[in-house]
């Protein structure tokens, strides 16, 4: 299974494009941003759909991973999505209001076993059926769709009301073994720190990534990901430790779940400096 990216590596920073904005495509991929999705989905109005869908045929689609947002299931335009979905120069299917494992199904059926579905979850019953979502034949990721899970339980966009949503997905990710899940989106355009606190609250809870409406969003989102100077010694610290059993490093005993966090820590920096 892929991780949804040209190279293998995990994507931590896709960006949504319009569909309808192909001008757009190559300014996004040059954000520093390691996927961009192509939007057909909430922006594009009703009446630019097929337009939109039609014209990706001959959109020039940049040199990074390529995901297709397509309209949900039960949506007039679900199919006409998933048969050009088939067809186009994507890496990955995005589909919105994930639900239900037959929808899964569906989109598989019609794109092929070789492109990997992400399953956007957005509604209470998504959250409540996220575990079984994440054992779906083809479901690479999990993401969160925050805003529209907001709007569907009529709670707060804040991180108390949503506690409990996301790390049901980030478990139910961890349950299905598939790539820890993507966070859903920092409304706030302008302001950078709000978008890295966001993504390193998000890192903390476990997600491993972060959708990005901007292109500004992208660099404080990975360095919200990004580990700390102050993590990466402490990691390099215990790791050089290795498995001692039980040890005390700095008045904190280091046992083999220890090591595997610094471990991980050390994997994501390593990471982080491929990305860049």
């Known amino acids: 299974m892929t991780q949804i990216s040209r190279d293998g590596r995990l994507a931590i920073a896709p960006i949504f494009v319009p569909a309808t904005r192909p001008d757009r495509f190559a300014k996004a991929a040059q954000s520093g941003a390691d996927a961009i999705i192509v939007d057909l989905e909430d922006a594009v109005a009703a009446a630019d759909k097929d ?22 299931a039960g949506t007039s335009w679900h199919e006409k999505d998933l048969a050009a979905a088939a067809q186009l120069a994507f890496d990955a299917v995005m589909l919105p209001k994930s639900e239900m494992e037959g929808d899964i199904a569906f989109v598989r ?7 990997p579905i992400i399953a956007l979850v957005e509604t209470a019953l998504g959250v409540a059926q996220a575990a079984t979502l994440a054992r779906c034949e083809g479901v690479e990721r999990l993401a969160f769709g925050s805003v529209d899970f907001c709007a569907d339980l ?30 859903g989106v920092t409304l706030e355009l302008k302001d950078d720190a709000k978008a890295r606190d966001d993504a390193r609250r998000a890192s903390a809870l476990g997600f491993s990534g972060k959708l990005c409406i901007h292109p500004r969003q992208v660099g404080p989102v990975l360095e919200g990901f990004a580990p700390t100077a102050e993590e990466i010694d402490w990691a390099q610290r215990v790791a050089s430790v290795g498995d001692q059993g039980a040890v005390s490093i700095d008045g904190l005993m280091v046992d083999p779940p220890v090591l595997r966090r610094a471990e991980q820590i050390l994997a994501r920096a390593r990471a982080m400096i491929k990305n860049s």
Do not use: F, Y
């Not at 337009?51 to 949900?72: C, E, K, T, Y």
């Not at 059926?109 to 492109?115: E, L, N, Q, V, Y």
């Not at 790390?167 to 993507?182: E, F, H, K, Q």
């Open 109 to 115: 059926a019609a794109i092929g076993p070789g492109k």
């Open 154 to 183: 009529g709670c707060a966009n804040e991180w108390d009301a949503l506690l409990h949503a996301r790390s049901t997905i980030v478990l139910a990710s961890r349950l299905g073994g598939i790539a820890a899940p993507i966070d």
């Open 51 to 72: 337009a939109a869908r039609d014209a990706l045929a001959q959109a020039d689609l940049p040199p990074v991973a390529r995901i297709l947002r397509i309209n949900a």
